[in-house]
């Protein structure tokens, strides 16, 4: 049997660059057992409805399912010669079950065919991620219960600024995955579209049933326009911003842990397993997995913008241009799974040295705010208050003195309003304690939080 599904209407056949250029089956073969689904469903429509006899239907259905069990038996062999999955299929299809499997194409063209399978393969990829995600946020929870009391310095434009708990710090990680989970969700929303039976790209004329596909394949709904059915890809590109957005995320928390391993830092330490060596410095343990994740989700906006200009401009409806989605959102998809694993791994095993993370904490200055506070609350305006502490810093620094080590007669220079209890403000544990905001660094709220989040993940 010829290799290609339109090989009649031409005398010449396709040269040798040509195929090796246009040809998609070195990546769309992924979507092999979506598109043994999908044609069981159409199969089985084709015969409900009437439109082939009922025992080719059958043998449609028995061939396809025959075939599935070879590929995810690892048995199936992809020919390099056949143009694409769809085609390889029909091929091992029609060997295997001769005459009928000429009817598989009846009201179906390539164009609906591909975009199905593709919803099919993201929808699994998403399933998939969510999970993963979901895992990462546990393994993130599990990190903050165990190390709930710690205090670290937080930073802003990465200067020391103020004390917080490292558990607030991982649950400001959690948010931002629960935010990501919504965008996988709301992206699946969209991919979960019937879009086979529009054919090519007008319907057909034949008496099919695409709301029994749409059920059969357990998709929510059939897609309302044949046109729009074979040539939308923006449910690709939904996902495709959802993982860069994430890969954004995962770049950041690798970024705290890469500065937290560092001498300078010394925060924790990573297990060996997400660790290597230097081939000329013994002493090193470079934390590369951490680098890799951070450099690879570079290619993800990268990825989404190759689909928004694959798109622009393209005519309706089906364009061949289209062909090359695949790739990204392949890439995409399976490379995200992979970096989720990994970075739930991280978590696993990082140690947290208390020790030396409570000899960082020596400057008052992470006080200030707290000091600021105190005065505020004793009726001193804000301004006036930042100006005080603003004067007591400088001369601090000026002439290296310590607040704690000022009498009360001392402090009255700067406001009358200080008393020997402002000094109870210049540790860390007071520091975290007072804070009383929705969402704050509190202890109480922050083991409120992991509690509310145990609960929602289990
Ligand atoms: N390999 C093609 C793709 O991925 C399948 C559809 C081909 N359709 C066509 N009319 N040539 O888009």
Redo the contacts with the bound molecule.
């Keep these: 049997m010829a290799t290609r599904l ?1 090989g009649s209407r031409f005398a010449g056949s396709l040269s040798k660059s040509s195929q090796r250029f246009t040809y ?1 089956i070195s990546y ?1 073969h992924k979507l092999a057992l979506y598109d043994c689904v999908a044609g069981i469903a159409h199969a089985q429509m084709l015969g409900e409805q009437g439109i082939i006899p009922k025992k080719d239907a059958s043998a449609l259905v028995s061939g396809l399912k025959a075939l599935i069990k070879s590929i995810e038996g690892g048995t199936y062999v992809f020919d390099p010669a056949s ?4 085609t390889d299929i029909q091929i091992k299809l029609k060997k295997l079950i001769g005459q009928p499997a000429d009817k598989l194409h009846t009201a179906r ?3 609906d ?3 199905t399978d ?1 919803r099919l393969y993201s929808l699994d990829h998403l399933e998939n991620i969510l999970a993963l995600v979901e895992g990462l946020q546990i393994a993130l929870i599990t990190f903050a219960d165990k190390n709930q009391d710690v205090i670290i310095p937080g930073y802003t434009h990465l200067q020391s600024a103020q004390v917080v708990l490292m558990s607030h710090q991982m649950l400001a990680y959690v948010e931002m995955l629960e935010r990501d989970k919504g965008r996988f969700e709301d992206a699946r929303g969209r991919t979960n579209i019937n879009t086979l039976g529009a054919c ?1 790209f007008s319907g057909t004329s034949l008496p099919t049933d695409r709301d029994y596909v749409t059920k059969k394949l357990g998709f929510s709904a059939t897609a309302a326009n044949s046109i729009d059915a074979v040539a939308d890809r923006d449910f690709i590109i939904e996902i495709m911003a959802a993982i860069a957005i994430t890969g954004m995320h995962l770049t950041r928390v690798c970024e705290d842990l890469i500065l937290w391993v560092t001498s300078e830092f010394d925060f924790i330490s990573l297990a060996d397993t997400v660790c290597t060596g230097s081939s000329i410095m013994p002493h090193k343990k470079n934390p590369d997995v951490l680098e890799l994740v951070r450099g690879t989700a570079s290619k993800f906006p990268g990825r989404l913008m190759e689909l928004l200009v694959l798109m622009k401009g393209l005519p309706l409806s ?1 364009n ?1 241009d ?5 790739p990204a959102l392949f890439d995409a998809l399976e490379t995200m799974e992979d970096m989720l694993e990994i970075m739930a791994q991280v978590f696993d095993g990082i140690k947290v040295k208390k020790d030396v993370i409570k000899g960082r904490i020596t400057s008052e200055y992470f006080f200030s705010v707290d000091i600021l506070d105190y005065l505020v609350k004793k009726g001193v305006s804000y301004r006036d208050a930042h100006d005080t502490i603003g004067a007591m810093v400088r001369e601090c620094l000026d002439h290296g003195r310590k607040i704690s080590d000022m009498n009360v007669a001392q402090l009255k220079r700067y406001s009358m309003h200080f008393e020997e209890d402002v000094k109870n403000l210049l540790t860390p544990e007071m520091s975290v304690r007072i804070k009383r905001s929705i969402g704050s660094t509190n202890p109480d709220m922050v083991k409120a939080q992991i509690n509310k989040w145990k609960k929602r993940l289990k």
């Excluded at 143009?83 to 769809?86: F, K, L, R, S």
């Design positions: 339109w998609s769309d143009e694409d999955v769809h063209s390539r164009n065919q591909v975009v593709v090519a089906y061949r289209m062909q090359m989605d695949k």
